[in-house]
């Protein structure tokens, strides 16, 4: 069984101060058990005051997180914040490892040596995995969750990519015990009696267009046709025009994504629109699987946060949340962006410990017709996990 420890600072000033609030917070000498492991996620101004080396001198336990738009425990959030939510068992077991900074010549080779060393400290195969993922300009998101991907296997693995206040990902930051790496992913690894459950709720229905369209020509996370035609007409058609000149494909349009593998959709965010009239995505969009259109506005976002938490409400036996939800929901909210981290921490109270962290990219398992768990890539979507 795990257990889960939560903790929070505001002390963005001072190190030592928010360190200590943490380790007063968490009273480690009477909490921990045999194992455990840290997961933080924090305003990156504390990386630039020496936080992380001082929680790492005071805490006798691996931490692994990302930097953050906005972050929620104990029922306080915000975007000033630092939480730290620590898992900790005596009969699961944690490793965790970081890469050296990652190109696209040794993304392979980076990956699955921090891979490999996380797995050898455990000393087994994992049953569970944890993934902290930069954004870059030279690798997209897919790149890194193809590697993930391949890594894991049948593996079921949940994470976040980085974000930041600055919204253009500059301070953008993974960390790992007491420092933050710009371009380095790292894994955590579980093995022994830990049984994750996945929740993913993107677009209300009533929020996809009806109209569907096949894929029928791709390059990757290149879309390039649908029903044949170019994407620019195909959109041009259900009305994405103006004066006839297809508008601008921006990252606050969802492109709903089914791939017939009998998951549900995949919400997924779209980065510019080429000269061919193509779309560059944040994840595969193969030939075959189905296109519609969404749209998310304030109603729908509470409404999809306040349907996540009350699914997995419904779970029996809750040690502990891990809740990722896009930044783009926040963002879309506006001056009301810290809307959807007051509805979630309303909701859940006191009842459970949680961590809630906005992502800049999401990893979370989506079960298939056959009720065998396939991971996927998500955008605008409010990811969870239930351990």
């Given at each position: 069984m795990i257990r889960m420890l939560n903790a929070i600072t505001g002390q963005i000033d001072d190190p030592d101060a928010a360190a200590s609030e943490i380790l007063e917070q968490l009273d480690p000498a009477r909490n921990l058990l045999a194992n455990s492991i840290g997961l933080l996620a924090c305003?990156?101004?504390f990386i630039d005051v020496g936080a992380l080396e001082a929680l790492e001198k005071a805490l006798p336990f691996e931490i692994a997180g990302v930097t953050t738009l906005g972050s929620a425990v104990k029922g306080l959030y915000g975007q000033d914040?630092?939480?730290?939510?620590?898992l900790t068992s005596d009969d699961v077991r944690f490793s965790s490892a970081v890469t050296g900074e990652v190109t696209k010549e040794n993304l392979e080779q980076e990956l699955g040596g921090a891979f490999k060393q996380a797995k050898d400290t455990l000393g087994n195969s994992p049953c569970f995995i944890l993934a902290y993922a930069p954004i870059m300009d030279k690798l997209s998101v897919y790149d890194f969750f193809t590697e993930i991907k391949k890594l894991s296997g049948d593996t079921p693995v949940f994470g976040s990519f980085s974000c930041d206040q600055t919204l253009q990902f500059r301070e953008s930051q993974v960390i790992h015990n007491g420092r933050a790496y710009r371009e380095s992913l790292a894994f955590v690894l579980m093995e022994g009696g830990v049984h994750p459950r996945f929740f993913v709720t993107a677009i209300p229905e009533r929020n996809i267009r009806k109209e569907r369209g096949t894929i029928t020509e791709s390059d990757g996370v290149i879309l390039k046709k649908v029903n044949n035609m170019p994407l620019a007409d195909y959109l041009g058609s259900l009305?994405?025009?103006?004066d006839g000149v297809v508008e601008k494909i921006r990252a606050s349009i969802p492109f709903m994504i089914d791939y017939n593998d009998g998951g549900k959709p995949v919400a997924m965010a779209t980065y510019e629109m080429t000269a061919e009239g193509y779309a560059r995505c944040a994840a595969n969009v193969?030939?075959?699987a189905t296109l519609a259109i969404g749209a998310l506005d304030?109603?729908?976002?509470?409404?999809?946060a306040e349907t996540t938490v009350s699914h997995l409400l419904e779970c029996k036996d809750i040690n502990g949340i891990l809740m990722h939800p896009c930044l783009s929901r926040s963002v879309?909210?506006?001056?009301?962006g810290a809307d959807e981290m007051k509805k979630v921490t309303g909701l859940l109270g006191n009842r459970v410990p949680y961590q809630f962290c906005y992502a800049g990219g999401e990893i979370c398992p989506t079960e298939s017709e056959e009720g065998k768990l396939v991971n996927h890539m998500h955008n605008f979507s409010f990811i969870a996990c239930v351990l």
């Open positions: 305003n990156y101004e914040y630092l939480s730290l939510s620590v009305g994405f025009a103006k193969p030939v075959d304030y109603e729908s976002i509470m409404e999809t879309l909210l506006g001056l009301n």
